[in-house]
Every structure is written in structure tokens, then in C-alpha cells.
């Protein structure tokens, strides 16, 4: 299984201060030398976190493929196309998100569009999709070989079973009650599991992530259709404590584990 990591959040912190520094280049090569199968930037609209500076470089640098996250825009399309990286995973977006909040709306109109303007300029698409049959489908339908399910439900009820969570100021509105919640905890585990294997079986490379961490890393990595995890924050809030190198290799750790 491949891990994708994200290193938004370097820029993240960068931007916290509008200052050089930490730049997320530098994060690539410790990335590639623990053995990271490729990287993840996300280049939004409102630019909260990584800027075109920060996809120019890495894109340019980096050793491993990159697969660059954004929403379906005109202008983020042309830079992208111009900058060519190995992968585009088209996500939905809002302004006033904090993070993303579920997979892409796949009857939007200019979706058809933005996919075959990436593969005509030689860049595989993909698309980030809530788990369920209708959807990959339809992600097939629009003529791409590669979709990423959105594993944020699962997460946040992990979480919230698991962790101290449903505590938090920033608790999501999930039963309190243990039984319900590993209840809907295992109904959404058998939803990604089916979702990847039938998206296997339509000849679609299935990957994963979104709000994964190394204690939920574990369920979602047993699922043997799935080839690729990317994940970002809970490397990136572990390298704080314990630097990158060795947050990096406790993910991918927790993965073989798990495999």
C-alpha cells in the first residue's frame, strides 16, 4: 500500500506568521528518504496554506510523483496544467470550510470538462468521492481510472468512540452513546470496504484518506482493495513533537501492522 503524504500544513504554519519559513520543500526529501510513495499539496482558492511558489518547487524538486488536490476552477486548472504534475484529485471546495467536508459533487457541469482538459495536457485525474456503488459509477462514467474515497465520516466516528473527542469543544453532533456509535462506526468501515472492492472490480485504482490517524489508520488499511492512503495532519501534528522523519515511519509502521 502507498502513502501519500500531505504536507499542506507546513505551509499551514508558514502562513501563520507570513513569513519564508518552514517551507514545505524541504519536508519532500525527508519524505523520500523514509521511503514516502508520493506527495500530496492542496492548492485551494482562498491559498490558506500552499501558494504556486510552494507547487512550482516541489514540482520541480521532488523525486516522487505529486498529486496536487483542488477544486474545479478555471484559473487553478490552467496553473496546474501549465506546472504538470503526475496526479490531480479533484475535491470539492468551500470558502468557509475548515477542512474538506465530503466527496465532489459528480453531477457538476464542468467536471467533464476539467477531467479531459487534465488528460489531455498528460495528467491522470482523479476524483475524491464518498464511498457508495451510484458513485463509482459514475466516477467511471466521466472516464477516470483512479478515485480517492473520502474516509471523513469514518474518522470523526472513530474519534468520537475512541478518543476523547466527544469532550471536545469541537465535538461533532454524533450519538454519545457507545453502542450507537459503533454501530454507524461499523456500518461506515463496511462501506469503504465494499466501495473498494467494487470500484476493484470495475478496474478503478481505489485509494483513501482524509481525517486518518494512527489509531484509525489500522481498519482502513485492511481493506486489500484499497492501494493508497494519503494522509496529512496527524503526521504533521506528531512531527511537532517527534520530528517528521519519525512521524512519518509510526504511520507507515501502523500500516504495514495492519497489512
Known amino acids: 500500500m502507498r502513502l501519500g503524504l500531505n504536507i499542506d500544513h507546513i505551509a499551514t504554519l508558514r502562513e501563520a506568521r507570513k513569513i519564508h519559513e518552514p517551507d514545505p520543500l524541504e519536508a519532500v526529501f525527508i519524505a ?15 491559498r490558506r496554506h500552499i501558494h504556486e511558489d510552494d507547487l512550482r518547487s516541489v514540482i520541480k524538486h521532488a523525486p516522487m510523483p505529486i498529486n496536487v488536490e483542488c477544486a474545479i476552477d478555471p484559473q487553478i486548472t490552467k496553473i496546474i496544467c501549465n506546472l504538470r504534475p ?28 476539467t477531467i479531459q482538459t487534465y488528460l489531455e495536457h498528460g495528467i ?11 458513485n463509482l459509477e459514475r466516477a467511471r462514467a466521466l472516464g477516470v481510472r483512479v478515485v480517492e474515497l473520502h474516509t471523513g465520516r469514518f474518522s470523526n466516528l472513530f474519534n468520537s468512540l475512541h478518543s476523547n473527542f466527544k469532550h471536545h469543544k469541537n465535538r ?18 463496511q ?3 465494499q466501495s473498494a472492492l467494487a470500484g476493484e472490480k470495475m478496474g478503478l485504482e481505489m485509494c483513501a484518506g482524509h481525517g486518518l490517524n494512527y489509531f484509525s489508520v489500522g481498519l482502513v488499511a485492511r481493506i486489500r482493495a484499497l492501494q493508497e492512503l494519503n494522509i496529512g495532519h496527524a503526521i504533521m501534528s506528531r512531527a511537532i513533537l517527534v520530528g517528521l522523519e519519525r512521524a512519518i515511519t509510526d504511520m507507515q509502521e501502523a500500516i504495514r501492522r495492519a497489512r
Not at 32 to 46: P, Q, Y
Not at 87 to 109: D, F, M, S, Y
Open 172 to 189: 461533532l453532533d454524533f450519538p454519545q452513546e457507545p453502542s450507537s456509535l459503533k454501530a454507524l462506526l461499523d456500518e461506515s468501515l
Open 32 to 46: 523520500k528518504n523514509v521511503g514516502v510513495d508520493l506527495i500530496t499539496l492542496h492548492l485551494r482558492e482562498d
Open 124 to 134: 491522470e485525474a482523479a476524483l475524491f468521492i464518498d464511498p457508495g456503488l451510484e
Open 191 to 193: 462501506e469503504l470496504e
Open 86 to 113: 503526475f496526479k490531480v484529485t479533484l475535491v470539492p471546495e468551500k470558502r468557509a470550510e475548515i477542512t474538506t467536508e465530503g466527496g465532489l459533487n459528480l453531477e457538476h457541469p464542468q467536471l467533464l470538462p
